[in-house]
């Protein structure tokens, strides 16, 4: 077998593969749209659940999953990318680099319900926030921050040392070479973990649940439970209160997490074609 040979079916066996995680998205999309889209009215959005969940809507969940997701966000994307700024620009490869790098990584794997727990004793009990949003949020905080640190790192590696040298030769400081030269160029990479790290503050639930708590009505401020769209998705469907709903539910969802990353992907592509133009 010649060299061309061997190209070929090695690029048409990764053409098959990004195929397949496409049709996998849009079967899942599909199936879930073809279940729920009969349930999905305006009055099932923005109507609050009634009935454990057996009539009503969805809107207080919708309003829960804004709040978790805006203030986990908020609270981790500083820290994250303030964490990488400080090992990629402020630190050489040493001991504490690779404690931290190490921590972050066994950070990413522990369990969702081992943050929850965690979560549930530090927050609702030890400091007496009790069940709220900010409990939860401070919880998706310490999830989400693992995926963001390394992205973030790996987005400000990706940026060429050459440009910081001319920085430093035009007389700009380290700080100011980071900010002018350094973020701007590494915008992408730090979206991108940004946007990973919502879409597991949306669809979490063992942790939400352990700290956010599940009540029904509409929070009027982050020191009060609620319960998000994975929440109320999975108690509907675990309990068998109706499906009909539950797949409306996930529905919804899944048009949220969709709408994020389109809206924010055009921003990114937006920003990028404006630093080239």
Request: hydrophobic share 50%; charged share 15%; with cysteine.
């Amino acid at each position: 077998m010649n060299s061309r040979t061997e190209e070929k079916i090695a690029v048409n066996i990764l053409r098959l593969a990004a195929l397949s995680a496409i049709a996998v998205l849009l079967f899942v999309i599909i199936y879930v749209a073809y279940k729920g889209a009969g349930s999905l009215t305006m009055t099932f959005i923005f109507e609050n659940p009634r009935d454990m969940g057996r009539e009503g809507g969805i809107f207080s969940a919708i309003v829960s999953t804004f709040y978790l997701a805006a203030l986990s966000s908020m609270i981790a994307t500083p820290l994250g990318v303030g964490t990488a700024i400080y090992l990629c620009e402020y630190t050489t490869e040493s001991a504490v680099t690779k404690i931290v790098r190490f921590g972050s990584d066994c950070l990413a794997g522990v369990p969702s319900i081992i943050f929850g727990l965690f979560g549930f004793v530090l927050f609702v009990i030890y400091l007496k926030l009790g069940w709220c949003l900010l409990s939860g949020a401070l919880t998706m905080t310490f999830m989400i921050l693992p995926t963001i640190i390394r992205t973030s790192e790996e987005a400000i590696k990706s940026v060429s040392y050459e440009l910081r040298e001319a920085s430093y030769s035009l007389g700009a400081t380290r700080w100011q070479t980071i900010t002018k030269i350094v973020l701007p160029q590494a915008v992408p990479g730090i979206i991108t973990g940004v946007i990973l790290g919502v879409g597991r503050s949306i669809s979490e639930t063992a942790a939400v649940i352990f700290t956010a708590g599940s009540a029904l009505a509409t929070p009027e401020s982050i020191l009060e439970s609620g319960r998000t769209l994975a929440v109320h998705f999975y108690i509907i469907a675990r309990e068998g209160i109706s499906m009909e709903r539950a797949f409306a539910t996930a529905l919804v969802l899944i048009i949220f997490i969709l709408l994020i990353n389109i809206i924010t992907y055009a921003l990114m592509n937006k920003f990028i074609a404006g630093k080239k133009t």
